[in-house]
């Protein structure tokens, strides 16, 4: 070769080099993907559905639900958020507790849970504050990480958390005729509170006071009674922490 320019030309291209133009949306869609199923896999490997919100912006959750008539519920929960999700959703109507909190009360009510790896999940429980100016905000969720979130028995059993210098109480839900609920703390039974869920009155909501259930608690078997006092759930598996 004689011409310079030649020369240089191949000596850069390997043999049966031939340019190709570039599918730009292609690679941004597989990027895309790639970065989708990345979010799934920590949020699996963390074994959190949804965000369960610290007051501080921390995150916890509960994996909880253990089948019928004990069984696992979420969380959450689990996986972001803050102290008050722009993105939850309620379900039903907050139920009051007329336990006072730091600030307000406490108070507990269902969020929208929609999560593709959880195909039987569409609700969690929240506990969280009623502010006194009226403002709810979320403190800690929990919700059925396996199977359906409204099969007979416990789901989202979530322990006694300390949150900004307070006690956030234990609390899960029960689905099937209950209307008593109980639990072994330090061998001793506690009695919770209870409330049926406005969307769907088969779902009892139940917390147990700060005051009595605390963070590092040991709880026992939680038991289910019917109004003429009969067992109709109990679950020993014991209850999440987050």
Do not use: C
């Amino acid at each position: 070769m004689t011409n310079l320019d030649d020369l240089k030309d191949a000596l850069q291209s390997p043999p049966g080099f031939a340019a190709q133009s570039l599918d730009l949306d292609a690679i941004m869609a597989a990027g895309g993907r790639r970065r989708r199923l990345r979010r799934l896999a920590v949020s699996a490997t963390s074994a959190l559905a949804v965000a369960a919100v610290l007051a501080g912006g921390g995150l916890l959750a509960r994996p909880a639900d253990r089948g019928a008539p004990g069984t696992p519920p979420a969380a959450p929960g689990p996986a972001t958020g803050s102290a008050t999700p722009s993105t939850e959703q309620r379900l039903g109507q907050v139920v009051a507790t007329g336990m006072p909190a730091k600030q307000g009360e406490w108070v507990f009510y269902a969020v929208s849970i929609d999560e593709p790896r959880l195909s039987g999940t569409r609700f969690g429980l929240m506990a969280g504050r009623r502010l006194a100016d009226g403002t709810i905000v979320g403190v800690v969720e929990s919700n059925e990480v396996s199977g359906s979130d409204r099969s007979p028995g416990f789901h989202a059993l979530q322990a006694a958390t300390a949150a900004n210098g307070e006690n956030a109480p234990a609390f899960g839900y029960f689905v099937g005729d209950a209307s008593r609920f109980t639990a072994t703390v330090g061998g001793k039974p506690v009695k919770a509170a209870s409330r049926a869920w406005s969307t769907d009155p088969s779902v009892t909501f139940f917390w147990f006071d700060p005051t009595k259930v605390r963070p590092g608690s040991t709880i026992g078997t939680v038991t289910a009674y019917d109004r003429n006092g009969h067992i109709v759930g109990s679950d020993s598996h014991g209850f999440g922490v987050g």
